[in-house]
């Protein structure tokens, strides 16, 4: 409008006048200069009420305040209209936690310019907007970003050529941050219009940080020399730190990127490099393809000086494995190569969905906050997560390892291709990975029987712990603040949706599974979805084959409250009940059984399996659908030496608990003929039986009497999920007056198969999962116990191995013993030793054998030592960042460290949540693992001050509740558990 007003004056100026019309023409101007001079006056005085009124809402620092978010649908976008917010929002949308809905983008063009002399950026992004509800504000998230400039096109005009210049610009009045929100606002001159297509265009400046989040930086020794990388970690909500944009999930569009950097550097992102170009100063732009349609923090890039090896899939696909130079050319990476590829393959087919990109890069960094993080496209590890040593690697680490490239590459569809609408639901694509975890590695390694097997100690076992708090809380949770964002990624998305889709999956059979799995991620692709979506799609799948079961019905109850139930099957003793009835009940199981914590309105829909057994043979399961508090069931002839056994193969996530005869019959069981019942199932009694009775559901004695047929024990899960709950009571115990009395009971279990297996041959070449995988696991497992509680020829074994690797310099432990080894010879042996492992901890190379290294240092009896290690620990120099935290918890887990660790996590706690604190996963990771095992009251009152004077969030209430539940066994149940073990130890040999 201004440009058009100024036109027309000029020409009336210049037109040529006669003599006789000057008066009236000189009479006009000044006519007209005083209505230019009213106009000019109104308009300043306008312009400064607006201003006064931003400045009202943006506060007196041009920050504006928070409101709580407003109602939302759910499973909707959540970002309300102009009809669901009060005035004051209407007028303030960045005072609410989520953004507006009034702008929906739909392409970002992002060109950055990366300093790597002095870890800076600048850059440029243009974002094409949809209208949907008109709004004179554009509010976005930056976080940490200084913006230059901001502009607003509009119309045919909102192309990128208008970022050069190009009519149709929409005026701004103010801009500013809003950092209590993370969020950036655009205050417009006038409202933009529905239906209609807008461009907003900000330049930007930042520092590359070194705190992992957002676009950071890190470094690695290549030929003595050190180099930097630059790499980025948007999820959840740090996208943000790199560029201007609508940083929630829902807010998918495409995404064009430019870098623009020095030439010695490579770059990376989602996808392939469409053009590259080196202009005249010698900088070297690399231009990449558009992405699909995907959520900002998808969004990946990297600069680096990093090499590659590549392979192809059968469909094209280009996999490539990027990481330091001498990793890549010592082999490092073709492992996880060759899975990879493979994999992608075996997605496609279970799926039925193809692989969206032409290309997936994996990248190993030397630093990540997290394990690895699924951009779609270029999914980044941290190098012990995706390099392989074949010299020094164990199984259990090329195990671990697996499972996570597995998991990643299952997010390129559960996450990526189809994202969760809001962060309320994170474990619609963490649940389906860590499932899959399982799945994938059985494609894999069959052999490995991970999902039967692995699955139940290391996914089921472990997030029942967390799960039966009273801390704990539903998977679905609500979600508003930014700040409640990296909460939801704990255990229970992970592992506790894991378990719930496991259990769907066997209710619904693997066939119809796979139909509404590619019926949901078919109909969602390059969009959103809510646990609703999901529910539907396999309910539709039930009812194509004629299944009538609503699986909206029976999964709300698992996702919408916390915690499980613990199954109670009673055979009957009433003689108006027939004998062939059974009675079962399920309550809400929580280890603190008081009045109060227990939730009695909790209820949930079973699908309990139930067989009958005895000496000689096992039924067949029966499915019984369990819906209320008491149920009566018949199941058929039940005689006195029949037992039951429920949740069978460990399919469902609940506990089982009986009357105290059918625990009799099934120890009787194990000890006659224990292959009668199913290895699942027998690691599942285990679990059960301990974890009962820490709550105060059974006696003490019941779990010590069922591991007593152990010594018969060949395979390796029972032993596993046995280990599992005797550590747990070992850090109980370790520091009591009588823990011999326990130590001496587990090697009385552990000691005859402890010396059947034997030690694995020295090595002498480069193998690995050169044995049977339960073979081998079943050996360290045993060895591990053995060293651990004391076993005399296993610590010579020990010192034996460590003393020829120092006197000859050539390591011949064998991997898979390595840990063990290490920790029991830095345990038993002089400070030489430490100071040897410590050496060779900077001079290894492999990442794998350095993290084990790095362990053993913390298994030293000696205080002084282990107030070293963690005080050098600090430096990022000599202890990688993201270690510190697994050194402070395993110094910990160390009796004679356990005070010292408590003590360094409380005096360094200013320090430590600075470093961590915005990733909230390694900060839950630090505080639950420096508390667990803490169990005395003058401990549980050194938690309780310190918890009220530095809060810690959630993961410090968890800790308190742990802490609390270890003392009070302590007062309840240890001395039932030591007069039970002086019994039976005093009717044994002595001497292991």
């Known amino acids: 409008m201004r440009s058009s007003r100024s036109d027309q004056w000029s020409e009336a100026v210049v037109r040529p006048r006669t003599t006789e019309s000057r008066v009236a023409v000189h009479r006009r101007l000044v006519l007209v200069f005083a209505l230019s001079l009213v106009t000019l006056l109104t308009v300043t005085g306008v312009a400064v009420l607006l201003s006064l009124r931003a400045d009202d809402c943006s506060g007196p620092d041009g920050e504006g305040t928070r409101a709580g978010a407003g109602p939302r649908a759910e499973g909707g976008r959540g970002n309300g209209s102009r009809g669901e917010r009060g005035g004051d929002e209407e007028e303030r949308p960045w005072r609410r936690s989520r953004l507006p809905g009034s702008l929906l983008p739909r392409h970002y063009d992002l060109d950055l310019h990366v300093h790597m002399d002095n870890f800076t950026f600048t850059g440029e992004v243009s974002i094409r907007l949809d209208c949907v509800n008109a709004t004179k504000y554009i509010v976005l998230h930056t976080d940490r970003l200084e913006v230059s400039s901001v502009s607003v096109w509009s119309g045919s005009s909102a192309s990128r050529s208008a970022s050069r210049g190009v009519g149709g610009a929409a005026r701004v009045l103010r801009h500013f941050s809003v950092p209590a929100n993370q969020m950036y606002v655009l205050a417009l001159h006038r409202e933009l219009r529905p239906m209609r297509t807008y461009r907003v265009n900000i330049t930007f400046q930042a520092v590359i940080e070194n705190d992992l989040l957002g676009f950071y930086r890190s470094s690695y020794l290549q030929d003595q020399e050190k180099r930097y990388l630059a790499v980025t970690q948007f999820s959840p909500v740090h996208a943000r730190k790199a560029f201007p944009c609508f940083d929630e999930p829902v807010f998918k569009a495409t995404f064009s990127l430019s870098l623009r950097h020095d030439p010695q550097y490579t770059s990376l992102s989602n996808m392939p490099v469409e053009s590259s170009s080196l202009a005249e100063d010698g900088w070297l732009t690399n231009r990449f393809a558009q992405t699909p349609r995907m959520s900002t923090y998808y969004l990946a890039w990297s600069v680096c000086n990093f090499t590659y090896r590549e392979t192809?899939?059968?469909?094209?696909?280009?996999?490539?494995?990027?990481?330091?130079?001498?990793?890549?050319?010592?082999?490092?990476?073709?492992?996880?190569?060759?899975?990879?590829?493979?994999?992608?393959?075996?997605?496609?087919?279970?799926?039925?969905?193809?692989?969206?990109?032409?290309?997936?890069?994996?990248?190993?960094?030397?630093?990540?906050?997290?394990?690895?993080?699924?951009?779609?496209?270029?999914?980044?590890?941290?190098?012990?997560?995706?390099?392989?040593?074949?010299?020094?690697?164990?199984?259990?680490?090329?195990?671990?390892?697996?499972?996570?490239?597995?998991?990643?590459?299952?997010?390129?569809?559960?996450?990526?291709?189809?994202?969760?609408?809001?962060?309320?639901?994170?474990?619609?694509?963490?649940?389906?990975?860590?499932?899959?975890?399982?799945?994938?590695?059985?494609?894999?390694?069959?052999?490995?029987?991970?999902?039967?097997?692995?699955?139940?100690?290391?996914?089921?076992?472990?997030?029942?712990?967390?799960?039966?708090?009273?801390?704990?809380?539903?998977?679905?949770?609500?979600?508003?603040?930014?700040?409640?964002?990296?909460?939801?990624?704990?255990?229970?998305?992970?592992?506790?949706?894991?378990?719930?889709?496991?259990?769907?999956?066997?209710?619904?059979?693997?066939?119809?599974?796979?139909?509404?799995?590619?019926?949901?991620?078919?109909?969602?692709?390059?969009?959103?979805?809510?646990?609703?979506?999901?529910?539907?799609?396999?309910?539709?799948?039930?009812?194509?084959?004629?299944?009538?079961?609503?699986?909206?019905?029976?999964?709300?109850?698992?996702?919408?409250?916390?915690?499980?139930?613990?199954?109670?099957?009673?055979?009957?003793?009433?003689?108006?009940?027939?004998?062939?009835?059974?009675?079962?009940?399920?309550?809400?199981?929580?280890?603190?059984?008081?009045?109060?914590?227990?939730?009695?309105?909790?209820?949930?829909?079973?699908?309990?399996?139930?067989?009958?057994?005895?000496?000689?043979?096992?039924?067949?399961?029966?499915?019984?659908?369990?819906?209320?508090?008491?149920?009566?069931?018949?199941?058929?002839?039940?005689?006195?030496?029949?037992?039951?056994?429920?949740?069978?193969?460990?399919?469902?996530?609940?506990?089982?608990?009986?009357?105290?005869?059918?625990?009799?019959?099934?120890?009787?069981?194990?000890?006659?003929?224990?292959?009668?019942?199913?290895?699942?199932?027998?690691?599942?009694?285990?679990?059960?039986?301990?974890?009962?009775?820490?709550?105060?559901?059974?006696?003490?004695?019941?779990?010590?009497?069922?591991?007593?047929?152990?010594?018969?024990?060949?395979?390796?899960?029972?032993?596993?999920?046995?280990?599992?709950?005797?550590?747990?009571?070992?850090?109980?115990?370790?520091?009591?007056?009588?823990?011999?009395?326990?130590?001496?009971?587990?090697?009385?279990?552990?000691?005859?198969?402890?010396?059947?297996?034997?030690?694995?041959?020295?090595?002498?070449?480069?193998?690995?999962?050169?044995?049977?995988?339960?073979?081998?696991?079943?050996?360290?497992?045993?060895?591990?116990?053995?060293?651990?509680?004391?076993?005399?020829?296993?610590?010579?074994?020990?010192?034996?191995?460590?003393?020829?690797?120092?006197?000859?310099?050539?390591?011949?432990?064998?991997?898979?013993?390595?840990?063990?080894?290490y920790c029991t010879g830095v345990s038993l042996m002089d400070e030489d030793v430490w100071e040897f492992i410590w050496m060779k901890f900077h001079s290894s190379r492999a990442v794998s054998e350095k993290k084990v290294l790095l362990e053993a240092l913390t298994c030293s009896d000696n205080s002084f030592l282990l107030s070293r290690l963690l005080n050098l620990s600090l430096s990022s120099e000599l202890v990688p960042e993201q270690d510190l935290i697994d050194v402070i918890i395993h110094v910990g887990r160390n009796p004679h460290g356990r005070h010292l660790a408590w003590s360094f996590f409380r005096d360094k706690w200013t320090l430590l949540n600075s470093r961590y604190g915005e990733a909230l996963f390694l900060n839950s990771k630090l505080i639950g693992g420096v508390t667990e095992y803490l169990n005395t009251e003058d401990e549980l009152n050194e938690l309780k001050e310190f918890h009220a004077s530095e809060g810690g969030g959630p993961a410090m209430s968890r800790a308190l509740e742990v802490v609390e539940g270890n003392v009070r066994w302590h007062r309840l149940h240890q001395r039932h558990l030591y007069q039970w073990l002086r019994k039976a130890y005093d009717n044994t040999a002595h001497g292991y």
């Open 312 to 821: 192809h899939t059968e469909t094209g696909v280009t996999v490539r494995l990027y990481a330091r130079p001498d990793a890549i050319a010592s082999g490092a990476g073709d492992y996880a190569l060759q899975i990879t590829r493979r994999l992608l393959g075996f997605y496609q087919q279970y799926f039925n969905v193809k692989y969206s990109l032409p290309k997936l890069d994996l990248l190993a960094v030397p630093k990540h906050p997290y394990a690895a993080m699924e951009n779609w496209g270029l999914s980044i590890f941290v190098e012990q997560k995706l390099l392989l040593d074949a010299e020094v690697s164990s199984s259990s680490y090329q195990m671990e390892l697996t499972m996570v490239v597995v998991h990643e590459i299952c997010h390129q569809w559960f996450g990526d291709l189809v994202t969760p609408m809001w962060w309320e639901d994170v474990w619609l694509k963490e649940g389906f990975a860590h499932f899959f975890e399982y799945v994938g590695t059985d494609f894999l390694f069959p052999k490995w029987n991970m999902e039967k097997q692995r699955f139940l100690t290391d996914v089921l076992h472990e997030v029942m712990q967390l799960d039966g708090l009273s801390s704990s809380h539903p998977i679905s949770q609500e979600v508003t603040e930014a700040t409640d964002i990296d909460r939801v990624f704990d255990l229970i998305a992970y592992k506790k949706g894991a378990a719930l889709i496991r259990m769907l999956a066997s209710v619904m059979g693997q066939q119809l599974f796979q139909r509404g799995l590619n019926d949901y991620l078919t109909t969602h692709m390059y969009s959103n979805a809510a646990r609703n979506d999901l529910w539907n799609k396999l309910t539709q799948a039930m009812q194509s084959a004629g299944r009538d079961i609503d699986v909206r019905e029976m999964m709300d109850r698992w996702t919408l409250q916390m915690g499980y139930p613990v199954v109670t099957i009673v055979r009957s003793q009433s003689d108006e009940i027939l004998n062939s009835d059974i009675i079962i009940s399920q309550e809400h199981f929580l280890y603190s059984q008081e009045t109060g914590q227990k939730n009695d309105s909790y209820q949930w829909l079973i699908p309990l399996t139930v067989a009958m057994g005895n000496v000689t043979v096992i039924s067949q399961e029966s499915l019984i659908w369990i819906n209320n508090k008491t149920e009566i069931h018949r199941l058929g002839e039940i005689d006195d030496d029949s037992w039951l056994l429920g949740n069978i193969d460990q399919t469902g996530y609940y506990r089982v608990n009986y009357d105290l005869n059918n625990w009799r019959l099934l120890t009787q069981q194990l000890q006659t003929n224990h292959q009668i019942i199913s290895v699942g199932n027998r690691a599942g009694l285990i679990d059960d039986a301990f974890n009962l009775a820490r709550a105060g559901l059974l006696p003490q004695d019941i779990p010590l009497q069922l591991i007593g047929y152990l010594p018969g024990e060949h395979s390796f899960l029972p032993w596993h999920a046995a280990s599992r709950v005797l550590y747990q009571l070992d850090r109980l115990l370790d520091r009591t007056e009588n823990y011999s009395v326990f130590s001496d009971y587990v090697l009385q279990q552990v000691s005859s198969r402890y010396h059947r297996m034997g030690w694995p041959s020295p090595v002498t070449t480069a193998t690995v999962m050169q044995a049977s995988y339960q073979t081998e696991e079943l050996q360290r497992e045993l060895i591990m116990l053995a060293c651990s509680f004391g076993n005399k020829h296993c610590h010579r074994q020990a010192v034996a191995l460590i003393s020829d690797w120092i006197s000859s310099n050539k390591n011949r432990i064998p991997p898979n013993v390595r840990d063990m080894v």
